[in-house]
Every structure is written in structure tokens, then in C-alpha cells.
């Protein structure tokens, strides 16, 4: 389904050029009551606008993916693949496609080790050989380091526009970090931690900054640095 709703269905060579990262989801989310997933949309700050997930595990992927330098563009359950079956046509709906800065394409599947079936790993495989054939990466993604989620998580809250609006603290703050040192320290050189804080972590989401997150949890003591310096 491309970016005005209107669904179209193609030979897989035809969809070579098809930009998959702006198609609107080829299906609803839903959730009920009492259902072990939540359904929901992320406001992607790569994209503008929100992208849909199914679930909790979802929404973490999808935020990575918003989180990645290297990623210019994704969407969610962004078209149907048809592909004969054993005994019936099957058709199977990838959960993200991400496109690179490089203009390559990824295809994402959300699948944790201890939840793919047999129907999971028919799927799966017919996707491998699409993508394959289009010069796609695609990868089976389970449940992603918590740390890392938990540091990106916070992040996020800072990824709008508007928290890295003072572009005066911004360019203090890339000044102060031209060496690594500790995230408050860096901070308060700078100017009131409440004012600079956002700015910091605005520019941490986008990796003008960096730190370790995969590591421990952020703290005051974090290092930091410009993301051209090295972390000692």
C-alpha cells in the first residue's frame, strides 16, 4: 500500500524501485482486552509522523530503527508477500522495512526464539528469498539488550525538534564534549543543568553526541563525547 492508501499488487522485480518506507501499514493493528500485546504508534523523529507496532517488542525495534543514524527512512507491515504453499497460497506481511542511507532496504521480522512456529519459519524463509532477490537485508529480530532499550528508551523522550532548538547550548555543549567526560560535568560547564539537560540529550539522541548505552544505565558520571572523538 503506497503513501495515499491506494493498494496495488505487483510482480516481486517490479517492486524494485517502490519506496516501502513511506507505504502505509497493508493492515490494521489491533488489540482487545486481555491480549498480551499492546498496539500502538511510535512518532518517529526520522520520519515526521507516527509508524505503527503490535506490540511492546515491536514498538523497542521500531524505536531503535528511529534510533539508527544509518537508517533514513522505515514503516510498519509495509506490504503482503504471496508465495505459493504447500497446499495453499500463503501471503505474509514483514513487520518493518528500513531504508539505509546508502539506499539499500531492510526487511524486519519481530519474532522472539521461544515464539516462532512452523508457519513462523515458512514465512520467514519465503521473506529471506525475496529479499535476496531484491538485494534486501533481512533479519529476525528477538528481544534486544535491555540496557541499550532502557537507555534509548530515555532518550527518546527528547528526540523532537524542539529540544535541540537553542542551537547556542547546542554548539556549547559539542564544544565542552570535544574530550570525554563525565555527562553532568559537561553540563554544567555549559550552563543550569534543567536548561541544558534536554539540549544534551537531544543531541545524544542523534549522535552528535555519544556515550556507551549498551553498557550500564546513564548517570551523571556517563562519559560523553562528540561522536567524531573517541570514548577512553
Known sequence: MDET??????????????????????????????????????WSSTMDRHVGFESWLERDHGMLLDFDVDVVGFASQPFWLHWAGEDRGRRHAPDFFARRGDGTGVVIDVRPDDRIESVDVEAFAATMRACVEMGWTFRRVGVPDPVLVANVRWLSRYRHPRCGAQRSVAERLVAAFARPRPLFEGASEVGDRLTVLPVLYHLLWRQILVADLAGEAMHAATVVCCADGSLL
Open 5 to 42: 492508501g491506494v493498494r496495488r499488487r505487483a510482480a516481486l522485480p517490479a517492486c524494485l524501485n517502490v519506496p516501502f518506507e513511506n507505504a502505509s501499514p497493508v493492515r490494521g493493528f489491533r488489540w482487545s482486552k486481555g491480549m498480551a500485546s499492546f498496539a500502538g504508534w511510535w
